[in-house]
């Protein structure tokens, strides 16, 4: 029987030859680092739903769903017809239109801490102009970000626990990041009451890793509100967790009320688009006033060509009145605890350590742990959990998972959305016990 791996070269002939081509043109022949893959990446050719398809003409289910930016699935009508609508008329007016008031208003809809708003191009953009909002208004410098929580890739942010992330960093714009460990409140304010020069902490509210190392609803509450005795701003990146969790995100689920949310993926609806938003203080550090001083030296600038394109605006806002009149995340969410169990039974049938946990509209696989608490906040201690992220384990079960036909997001996140129903999780959980039956053989697991 072929293994894994020659399954997988039979399989993509054509991603091969374009990986060989793309070389010459691109480092390691892709975009992203996340879609780099041993021995080769998949090329992919169009979706429709919760389905796509490469290249080679072979048909997937997909869980990546535009890297979490796709709750409505591959080419929903009402996008599709969106696009075709705002296409004909103007990509970039140059000018400000009355889409990105529409849009504005759709995100204030179903997130009430944002009273005023302004958008980006991506979530990257998000966070590093909420870092800037913060210490403008705050008047400190340093920022608090907890280990291994992911905020684009801007230096601040790629900046971690003493050391880099990646290379190209100035030693200096590292040290105005400070690094704790997630969950561990008293840490958070022995760090606060020693240094007053603190403008903000940022965090995954679901927990890193879009929620694969979760954290606990009680250390959302608890930072709530020793930020707000510090002084010192809370800013919710809910770039992934954004009318994902629920249509009022992490915030509305966990009720808790940041001073920023920075918001990516779902709010422009698979279009390249972001936004930050919070409290109209802060936010008016970006508005004129009619004063020379305050324009030219006290004011936070905010250029950026894309901003509120009206392309991504049309779509963004369609997406945002979907999710707020129908029930889309509902949709999802019941998808995700149908895979969950699905998983799960797959497991215990093949007797082998691992577990699927998560909650709203995402779910994650964890190997090499034996675990039967809950489901949905695993309690399972992070360095655990990062041992499975880290493992040799992922890499293969995502080239199983292609051979079988399912794209699981770094091996490990099943990002879902409303248009996977019963039959694709049924499929998946087929194709699952292929790939995990395969591991096994191959002593992968
Ligand atoms: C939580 C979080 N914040 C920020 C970002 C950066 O967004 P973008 O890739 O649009 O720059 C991401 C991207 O995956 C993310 O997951």
């Given at each position: 029987m072929a293994t894994i791996t020659e399954e997988y070269k039979k399989k993509h002939p054509t991603s091969?030859?374009?990986?060989e081509e793309a070389k010459a043109s691109m480092p390691s022949g892709v975009t992203h680092d996340v879609r780099y893959l041993t021995p080769f990446p998949i090329y992919m050719s169009h979706g429709k739903g919760p389905r796509k398809w490469d290249v080679d003409g072979n048909e997937y289910i997909g869980y990546v769903m535009g890297h979490g930016a796709l709750i409505l699935g591959h080419c929903h009508p009402e996008i599709v017809a969106e696009?075709?609508?705002?296409?004909s008329i103007g990509t970039h007016l140059g000018f400000n239109t009355k889409l990105e008031l529409r849009w504005a208003k759709a995100i204030q809809a179903l997130m009430p801490s944002i009273e005023k708003v302004r958008f980006h191009s991506s979530g990257t953009e998000a966070?590093?102009?909420?870092?800037?909002?913060?210490?403008a208004f705050t008047g400190k410098s340093k920022i608090i970000k907890f280990i291994n929580h992911f905020h684009g890739w801007?230096?601040?942010?790629?900046?971690?626990?003493?050391k880099y992330t990646s290379a190209g960093i100035p030693k200096k714009t590292a040290e105005t990041m400070i690094m704790l460990p997630a969950g561990d409140i008293g840490m958070v304010e022995k760090q606060l009451k020693k240094d007053n020069d603190i403008a903000a902490v940022i965090l995954e509210p679901t927990g890193?890793?879009?929620?694969?190392?979760?954290?606990?609803?009680?250390?959302?509450?608890?930072?709530?509100?020793?930020?707000e005795r510090y002084g010192v701003?809370?800013?919710?990146?809910?770039?992934?967790?954004?009318?994902?969790?629920?249509?009022?995100?992490?915030?509305?689920?966990?009720?808790?009320?940041?001073?920023?949310?920075t918001l990516g993926k779902i709010v422009a609806g698979?279009?390249?688009?972001?936004?930050?938003?919070?409290?109209?203080?802060?936010?008016?550090?970006?508005?004129?006033?009619?004063?020379?001083?305050?324009?030219?030296?006290?004011?936070?600038?905010?250029?950026?060509?894309y901003n509120a394109n009206p392309m991504s605006a049309a779509i963004g806002s369609r997406c945002l009145e979907l999710i707020a009149s129908e029930p889309i995340n509902k949709q999802a969410d019941e998808a995700s605890v149908l895979l969950k169990k699905g998983l799960n039974e797959v497991i215990k049938s093949l007797g082998v350590s691992a577990f699927s946990h998560g909650y709203g509209a995402l779910a994650y696989m964890v190997f090499g742990i034996d675990y039967h608490g809950d489901l949905d906040i695993c309690a399972v201690p992070h360095e655990q959990l990062l041992k499975s992220l880290n493992s040799e384990a992922l890499p293969a079960f995502r080239r199983a998972m292609l051979n079988a036909g399912v794209d699981v997001m770094g091996g490990h996140q099943f990002i879902l959305s409303s248009t996977h129903k019963?039959?694709?999780?049924?499929e998946t959980a087929d194709a699952f016990e292929k790939a995990v039956s395969q591991m096994k053989t191959e002593g992968c697991l």
């Amino acid at each position: 029987m072929a293994t894994i791996t020659e399954e997988y070269k039979k399989k993509h002939p054509t991603s091969l030859k374009l990986y060989e081509e793309a070389k010459a043109s691109m480092p390691s022949g892709v975009t992203h680092d996340v879609r780099y893959l041993t021995p080769f990446p998949i090329y992919m050719s169009h979706g429709k739903g919760p389905r796509k398809w490469d290249v080679d003409g072979n048909e997937y289910i997909g869980y990546v769903m535009g890297h979490g930016a796709l709750i409505l699935g591959h080419c929903h009508p009402e996008i599709v017809a969106e696009v075709n609508k705002q296409i004909s008329i103007g990509t970039h007016l140059g000018f400000n239109t009355k889409l990105e008031l529409r849009w504005a208003k759709a995100i204030q809809a179903l997130m009430p801490s944002i009273e005023k708003v302004r958008f980006h191009s991506s979530g990257t953009e998000a966070t590093l102009m909420a870092f800037r909002l913060a210490r403008a208004f705050t008047g400190k410098s340093k920022i608090i970000k907890f280990i291994n929580h992911f905020h684009g890739w801007h230096d601040y942010v790629a900046a971690a626990a003493g050391k880099y992330t990646s290379a190209g960093i100035p030693k200096k714009t590292a040290e105005t990041m400070i690094m704790l460990p997630a969950g561990d409140i008293g840490m958070v304010e022995k760090q606060l009451k020693k240094d007053n020069d603190i403008a903000a902490v940022i965090l995954e509210p679901t927990g890193a890793k879009g929620g694969a190392l979760p954290l606990r609803p009680e250390f959302l509450a608890q930072l709530r509100e020793v930020t707000e005795r510090y002084g010192v701003l809370l800013i919710f990146d809910e770039v992934v967790t954004g009318f994902r969790v629920s249509p009022g995100g992490a915030q509305e689920k966990l009720n808790i009320k940041p001073d920023l949310t920075t918001l990516g993926k779902i709010v422009a609806g698979g279009f390249p688009g972001a936004a930050v938003g919070g409290k109209a203080e802060i936010l008016d550090m970006t508005a004129f006033r009619n004063d020379p001083d305050w324009n030219g030296y006290s004011r936070v600038a905010h250029p950026g060509t894309y901003n509120a394109n009206p392309m991504s605006a049309a779509i963004g806002s369609r997406c945002l009145e979907l999710i707020a009149s129908e029930p889309i995340n509902k949709q999802a969410d019941e998808a995700s605890v149908l895979l969950k169990k699905g998983l799960n039974e797959v497991i215990k049938s093949l007797g082998v350590s691992a577990f699927s946990h998560g909650y709203g509209a995402l779910a994650y696989m964890v190997f090499g742990i034996d675990y039967h608490g809950d489901l949905d906040i695993c309690a399972v201690p992070h360095e655990q959990l990062l041992k499975s992220l880290n493992s040799e384990a992922l890499p293969a079960f995502r080239r199983a998972m292609l051979n079988a036909g399912v794209d699981v997001m770094g091996g490990h996140q099943f990002i879902l959305s409303s248009t996977h129903k019963k039959k694709e999780i049924e499929e998946t959980a087929d194709a699952f016990e292929k790939a995990v039956s395969q591991m096994k053989t191959e002593g992968c697991l």
